[in-house]
């Protein structure tokens, strides 16, 4: 979901979008509701009916989706793909008509925060970035992305193998490319579960209980919020990657989502602090997440497990290599015993002196024995041991794999 519409700079085309997924009249558009009143389970049906956009009933690349873990395709391309930049800066904690949100929806500070980082107030780390470059960025797959601003949905909105975890917080970034910004082209989304614990989340507390409970912002300056810190300590857990879309309307298609496997913590009182905050807003509804959407014909891809990995490669690409050493180690052996077997044969076959062909053929079948029938001189003709000719040792060259 994004959101920002009544702090929405003029002109910014996303913005317009965005509000007008809220419209009730002069639009087109009817409400969009996430459940019927006064009812706490998402309904499928009722968003259906009431999200009437093109690409939320149409589009085949639709988002939040339940994520088969077992299905996800390990890609060793992704390791290390997601690179957060993003600056502490101070928030200005808003309530929307559908949730908690941090920052605007733009690559710029408020006018808010802009007047923060002049007057110079805060650590010296988030002043000297902030004025620099905004609220930051990430690499994704080595394209640098606007961080814009992030937002929780409770319960989360992608699922693990059907399984919604307690709420979800969705980072959503832009390419940085001034061409895009103020449409809704190139978004990607970081999303970060969180899991019921019984200790609450201290990062969520700095700022949680500041959300008003209407539709508003919190007072100017009041905490300073460190996005980067809230995702670094989940990065290494590796994460899932789809196409996807918004999740509210209009639902516009092609948003890069990259899902961390590692869930965060959350304790119930803040799931039911914006639980209740929404219940508010949403005439009694307490959630806010999208039903899960068909797969259709997308993959999910994902970051290979940690034992995956082998000197640096990830993914299918080391049992390949552990196949082709079996091979080779397994070829060296056969060629081993049949050259063992070969300059025995030899040795036998030559004329010499007491030597008799049908000798060797014994002791062939004798080491055959020994290495208990697995590839060995067995597969060498027995009789052929036993015919005398000095031709013997080019007969027994090792058979060619097939
Ligand atoms: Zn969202």
Redo the contacts with the bound molecule.
Sequence with gaps: ?LYGCRNAPNGLVLLLLLCRGDATDGTGHGEWVYAAADGSVPSQVIQAQTWDYKDCTHDRTQSPIDIVTAEALPDSALVDAIEPSIHANYARPTTTKHGFQLFHTSPNLSSHERLRTAEGVGTGRSTARSSAAGKGSTRLMGEPYNFYQI?W?VPSENTFDGQHAAMEA?LVHQIAEPEYVGSNSHLAVVAVLYELGARCNEQLDTFWPLFPQEVASAAPNVTMVDVQAMIERLLPGGFYHYLGSL?TPPCTPGVSWYVLKRKAVVCQRQVDRLSAVLAILQRGVGVNNRATQPLHQRRVTMTPPNDACVGGFCGPLPNVLLFLLLLACAGLGVVGIWSRCGSKLAAHASPAPGGHGHVAGTEMHEQHQRLGGVVSCSELPRGAAARSGSSLGSQMQPAPWS
Excluded: A, S
Aim: glycine share 0%; aromatic share 0%.
């Design positions: 979901m937002h949905h969705h999740t």
